[in-house]
């Protein structure tokens, strides 16, 4: 394990060919940070990447394939600005942490070739609606997001659909801004609806088939 939390003037990451057998590297709090060495996408054996609060972090190799990799953390990194491509060998990946990415606005399809990724947290983004390619995600378990502004209100019909793909989402996470209306039409799912203070302006509200509903 690499530790280097809190490396206040740590503004670029060493060469990585010299600690090919590394499992986890955590940049968590290195806020002058602002890229990578390419380097990183050669750590085969790495399994987890925590860049928590990165904020001046602009950018990460255009590629990358770290194939033992399960947890990505990206939170807080708000300089970022493109979520890099997905190689398919990233087959590992269970975790992937976008919050408070602000300047993120897509994600690459190539996402859904991880196909073991249980928990994705796009909250706080510039992404305006969940890709559809995610409720493909067979094993995704916590889906949250949000969006800086609020789901549009385009995507509400569009949820039962998206969810005949998907059969374990448990937290779907949607502070419901300036939304009236709000129908889920979801079966053999588990579904956790969490609602904040806003969601009192909702005139009505319809969840239907839905056998395991917490609330």
């Known amino acids: 394990m690499m530790n280097l939390e809190g490396s206040q003037?740590?503004?670029k990451t060493p060469d990585f060919t010299t600690a090919p057998k590394l499992e986890a590297l955590i940049m968590k709090g290195c806020t002058k940070l602002v890229d990578f060495h390419p380097s990183i996408g050669m750590l085969k054996s790495l399994k987890l990447?925590?860049?928590r609060d990165c904020k001046s972090l602009r950018s990460l190799p255009t590629i990358i394939g770290m194939e033992s990799?399960?947890?990505?953390?990206?939170s807080g990194c708000s300089s970022l600005v493109r979520f890099p491509e997905i190689d398919g060998k990233m087959e590992r990946l269970k975790t992937l942490d976008l919050s408070g990415c602000?300047?993120?606005?897509?994600?690459?399809?190539?996402l859904q070739q991880a196909k073991f990724l249980e928990e994705l947290d796009l909250s706080e983004t510039a992404i305006a609606e969940p890709p559809s390619f995610i409720f493909q995600i067979k094993n995704l378990k916590v889906l949250s997001f949000n969006g800086r502004k609020g789901p549009s209100y385009k995507l509400l019909p569009n949820l039962p659909s998206l969810f005949k793909e998907i059969f374990h989402v448990i937290f779907l996470v949607y502070p419901l801004c300036g939304?009236?209306?709000?129908?889920?039409?979801?079966?053999?799912?588990?579904?956790?609806?969490?609602l904040d203070s806003r969601s009192s302006e909702?005139?009505?509200c319809q969840i239907a088939t839905?056998?395991?509903?917490?609330?």
């Open 179 to 194: 939304l009236l209306i709000l129908v889920v039409t979801i079966s053999s799912a588990y579904l956790h609806l969490l």
């Open 202 to 204: 909702i005139l009505y």
């Open 9 to 11: 003037n740590l503004i």
């Open 102 to 110: 602000y300047r993120v606005e897509n994600l690459s399809e190539n």
């Open 49 to 51: 990447l925590n860049l």
């Open 69 to 74: 990799l399960e947890t990505l953390i990206l």
């Open 210 to 215: 839905c056998a395991l509903l917490v609330k």
